[in-house]
């Protein structure tokens, strides 16, 4: 099938044709359709629901495949304590968290209002509001591209980091399937984010009814121009633009006071001493922390509503970390606005901003 236009399948509204798009509906119909592109040697790129990509004008070169596989099924375990959750790659994200809120489950109920598909959330390792997709993952089924087999990869084989995974850093094929591990009972896991805890009149660390949470993330999200909704323009974006970069701890002391930050898990394994025997140094002194990348574009004097004269693209009027597109704009102008509001922040602060669209034909 020739499609004219690949825009119409992303949430940013950008993209130029493709040479083939291909929509397989079943798991069968899936794997054979990856088969026979990859095996024909042709490019290819697979999209979800478009959240998370920005195409270049010229299109893709290429064979598209848009997954459009369905189902979720909830095993609650015999202790009604906790339920394991499977769902195609193909369901909608938002869908499958609705339904497991439904169901009295939780464990991403903060996860709520995330737009794309299932999929593409260990690609990603989403988070939001102090959850992490990772945390709920037991594993996926993934076609794997080197040796064309189905296998079924533990959330522990994935190299899950912040934003982050190996699929995303080059173990190629797709996701069939993902498996979670959620808990019974209909209490949201504990609140771990202040702005949310703000906004459900609780301290951090309680619990509330997940449906509670998940309404509360909707409306916070919603404030940002963050849930799709055809009535805000602001939602025509690929969400968050950028990741909140994460440096050194006395790099972060240097920037001002006022500037959020986060403390990072520190990678190095523990160790065992004997009784007795000298304590080894630490690999290193300095520790990570995360800052926040809103709060850099807007001291870097980006301020929300900013475009780039003549821009069709343009800075969310609600959230500095979004950008979209005021009707019309091509995909060139999106990456030049962003490529503005990284030589600012990098000018101001020292500091590289990555994207965490996936940038197809377009470089930042």
């Known amino acids: 099938m020739t ?30 359709t990856a088969l026979e592109v990859w095996q024909g040697g042709d490019d290819w790129l697979l999209l979800g629901g478009g959240s998370n990509v920005v195409i270049a004008d010229d299109g ?16 609650v375990d015999g202790d009604g304590r906790h339920a394991r959750v499977r769902a195609a790659a193909g369901e909608s994200w938002d869908a499958l968290v609705a339904a497991t ?26 988070g ?36 982050t995974s190996s699929l995303k850093r080059g173990r190629a094929g797709i996701v069939l399937a993902i498996e979670l591990d959620l808990d019974a009972g209909g209490w949201s896991a504990p609140i771990a984010y202040a702005q949310l805890a703000s906004a459900l009149g609780v301290e951090l660390g309680e619990h509330v009814a997940a449906a ?27 969400g968050s633009f950028f ?15 006022d500037a959020p930050r986060w403390p990072v898990e520190t990678d190095e394994a523990d160790r065992v001493v004997a009784p007795g025997a000298e304590v080894p140094a630490l690999a ?24 780039l004269p003549g821009s069709r693209a343009a800075i969310s009027s609600k959230h500095t970390l979004a950008i979209v597109n005021r009707g019309g704009a091509s ?9 503005f509001v990284q030589t600012r922040v990098l000018s101001e602060f020292g500091v590289i901003l990555h994207p965490e669209p996936v940038l197809v034909g377009l470089s930042l």
């Open 3 to 32: 499609v004219t236009d690949l825009a119409a399948f992303t949430t940013l509204r950008v993209g130029g044709p493709a040479h083939e798009l291909r929509e397989p509906a079943t798991r069968e119909q899936l794997v054979a």
């Open 60 to 75: 893709f070169d290429g064979t598209v495949i848009r997954v459009a596989t369905r189902g979720i099924d909830i095993i």
């Open 101 to 126: 809120v439904a169901g009295g489950l939780s464990g991403i109920e903060a996860l709520s209002g995330i737009p794309g598909t299932v999929g593409a959330a260990p690609v990603q390792n989403i």
């Open 128 to 163: 939001a509001y102090g959850q992490e997709f990772g945390d709920r993952l037991v594993g996926i089924d993934f076609l794997d591209y080197a040796s064309g087999e189905v296998v079924r990869l533990d959330a522990r084989d994935l190299g899950l980091g912040y934003r």
């Open 212 to 238: 509670d949470a998940r309404r509360a993330v909707l409306t916070l999200r919603a404030s940002k121009g963050m849930v799709l909704d055809a009535a805000d323009p602001d939602s025509v974006s690929a």
């Open 243 to 257: 990741t909140n970069p994460v440096v050194s701890e006395s790099f972060a002391r240097a920037l001002p006071a």
């Open 284 to 307: 290193s002194a300095d520790y990570h922390v995360k800052l926040s990348a809103a709060w850099l574009i807007e001291r870097s004097g980006i301020s929300r509503g900013f475009s």
């Open 331 to 339: 995909a060139t102008e999106i990456v030049q606005l962003a490529g």
